[in-house]
C-alpha cells in the first residue's frame, strides 16, 4: 500500500500516494452521496437541482476513475471497497434528512474541502517532481472551485 515519509521534523508526512487514497475515497462517497441528493430533492427547484446532482455525479464518477489510474500508474492500490471509502474519506455520507437548501450549502463544504485537499496534493506532487499528478489535480480544484461558486450564486 501507500507509502508514509518522514518529514524534517520526525512527524509522519503523507504520500502522494496515500493522498490520492484518499481522494478516491472520496470522490465515491461524494458519488454516492450525489446519487442521495439526485433521488430526494424535492421543492421548487426539483428540476434544476435533480439535473445538476446528475451532472456533479457524472463528474465524481470520472474524476474517480481518473484518479484511481493514476495512483495505479503510480503503483499504489488504490481503495476499492464501501469500508474502506468511509474509512479513509474526509466527505461525510448524505444523512437523508437534508432539504434542497442544505443539501447545495453541504456540497459547497465537500467541494472546499476537497481543493484544500486537491491543494494539499498539488503540493506534494510538485514537491516529488510528480507533475502530472499536480497538473490532474489543479484542473480538479478549478473545475469544483468553479462549482463552488455556481451553488453559492445558486443560493444568492
Not at 8 to 27: D, F, I, K, P
Request: one cysteine or more; charged letters at 25%.
Amino acid at each position: 500500500m501507500a507509502k508514509t515519509t518522514k518529514n524534517t521534523a520526525g512527524t509522519q508526512a503523507q504520500s502522494v500516494e496515500q493522498l490520492l487514497n484518499r481522494q478516491v475515497a472520496n470522490l465515491n462517497v461524494l458519488y454516492v452521496k450525489l446519487h442521495n441528493y439526485h433521488w430526494y430533492v424535492k421543492g421548487s427547484n426539483f428540476f434544476t437541482l435533480h439535473t445538476k446532482f446528475e451532472e456533479f455525479y457524472d463528474e465524481a464518477t470520472l474524476k474517480m476513475d481518473e484518479v484511481a489510474e493514476r495512483l495505479l500508474t503510480l503503483k499504489g492500490e488504490p481503495a476499492a471497497t464501501m469500508k474502506e471509502y468511509l474509512d479513509l474519506s474526509s466527505i461525510n455520507e448524505a444523512s437523508g434528512t437534508e432539504d434542497a437548501n442544505t443539501m447545495v450549502q453541504t456540497l459547497i463544504e465537500d467541494f472546499a474541502t476537497l481543493c484544500e485537499e486537491f491543494q494539499e496534493g498539488i503540493e506534494l506532487a510538485e514537491k516529488a517532481e510528480d507533475q502530472p499528478t499536480a497538473d490532474m489535480l489543479t484542473g480538479f480544484k478549478t473545475d469544483f472551485e468553479k462549482h463552488m461558486w455556481m451553488l453559492r450564486s445558486y443560493l444568492g
